[in-house]
Nanobody, 121 residues
């Protein structure tokens, strides 16, 4: 089965940095857009950043200039470099990939289980 696994979350002080990584594995034929989303309890999940297979990026206004998304197509991974972190960045961060898997008949969105990022002094 297709699986997305996030890593790199943790506790960091305001102004600090973290780098999140997501690896997709399984019977994958091709991956189109990949992205990062975040969510806090009682709040809807929001887009953080996305990146297409050819490298076109899109960022939420709240993270522009601070976060950078990148991917390695050969390794089926997507990273999120987070700099100058703020307390309001605290959330569970989820990886998403739009992909075509073996044995399926359409492009579908797959989600990871999430990794906790806590920004606190």
């Amino acid at each position: 089965q297709v699986q997305l696994v996030e890593s790199g979350g943790g506790l960091v002080q305001p102004g600090g940095s973290l780098r999140l990584s997501c690896a997709a594995s399984g019977a994958i034929v091709s991956i189109d857009t990949m992205g990062w989303y975040r969510q806090n309890p009682g709040k809807q999940r929001e887009l953080v950043a996305t990146i297409t297979r050819v490298g076109t990026t899109n960022y939420a206004d709240s993270v522009k200039g601070r976060f950078t998304i990148s991917r390695d197509n050969a390794k089926n991974t997507v990273d999120l470099q987070m700099n100058n972190l703020k307390p309001e960045d605290t959330a569970v961060y989820y990886c998403k990939a739009n992909l075509f898997a073996e044995g399926t008949y359409a492009w579908l969105d797959y989600w990871g289980q999430g990794t906790q990022v806590t920004v606190s002094s």
